[in-house]
């Protein structure tokens, strides 16, 4: 069965200080990768995904995360967190091939303070 | 174009009792899935629709069901109500299974007293 494992409960940063979740998965075959946000009060929005290619996606609002397939992980990163960045941030996989349905991480609370 | 729509936000039920969500995907879509979020569990994924099929289903009791309509259109309904069942209850529309483009609605927060 796939899982999902993202170890940063809470996280606190203050604005512009530079950001980075861990995701890691457990999967034996070939998976597609995303990264979703919720912001206070609002529905999952998706920030980045990867199914192949390079490793290193771009998402929306200067986010990125790289896939290490040999560590299974696939962490998201910024630069330089806003306020605006205060959300939680859920990583999950789905198969390539079959049930393609989403697992997902327990998620990753982000404060940042001004 | 209108997101994904979920009716209603939100519904206080009693133990015991029945209860059905709606769930209006983006216009084009064709597959929708349900996801159940709590607190403890997190995200779990609870069943997939696609041109009213039901394709894939999570680790749920049989009392979670759920239907597609013709126009795309998904109710999901939860019989004999728990404490536990209290939770979010997410909507996610996609053009197709092969499509991962999903597009979350803001929910139905269920709560069972």
């Known amino acids: 069965a796939q899982s999902v494992s993202q170890h940063n409960h809470h996280v606190i940063l203050s604005e512009a200080a530079s950001l980075e979740l861990g995701c890691n998965y457990s999967y034996g075959g070939t998976v597609n990768l995303f990264w979703y946000v919720q912001y206070p009060g609002q529905h999952l929005q998706l920030l980045l995904k990867y199914f192949s290619g390079d490793p290193l996606v771009k998402g929306i609002k200067g986010f990125e995360a790289e896939f290490i397939k040999s560590k299974f992980s696939f962490n998201l990163r910024k630069p330089s967190v806003q306020w605006s960045d205060t959300a939680e941030y859920f990583c999950a996989v789905s198969a390539q091939t079959g049930a393609n349905n989403l697992f997902f991480g327990t998620g990753t609370r982000l404060t940042v303070i001004p | 174009k209108a997101g994904v729509t979920q009716t209603p936000r939100y519904l206080i039920k009693t133990r015991g009792q029945q209860v059905t969500l709606s769930c209006s995907p983006i216009s084009g879509h064709r597959s929708v899935s349900w996801y159940q979020q709590t607190p403890g569990q997190g995200l779990q994924f609870l069943f997939e629709y696609f041109s009213e099929t039901q394709r894939n289903k999570g680790n749920f009791p049989g009392r979670f069901s759920g239907r597609q309509f013709s126009n795309s259109r998904s109710e999901m309904n939860v019989s004999t109500l728990e404490l536990g069942d209290s939770a979010l209850y997410l909507c996610?529309?996609?053009?197709?299974?092969?499509?991962?483009?999903?597009?979350f609605g803001s929910g139905t927060r269920l709560t069972v007293v």
């Open positions: 996610a529309s996609s053009l197709d299974p092969a499509d991962y483009g999903y597009t």
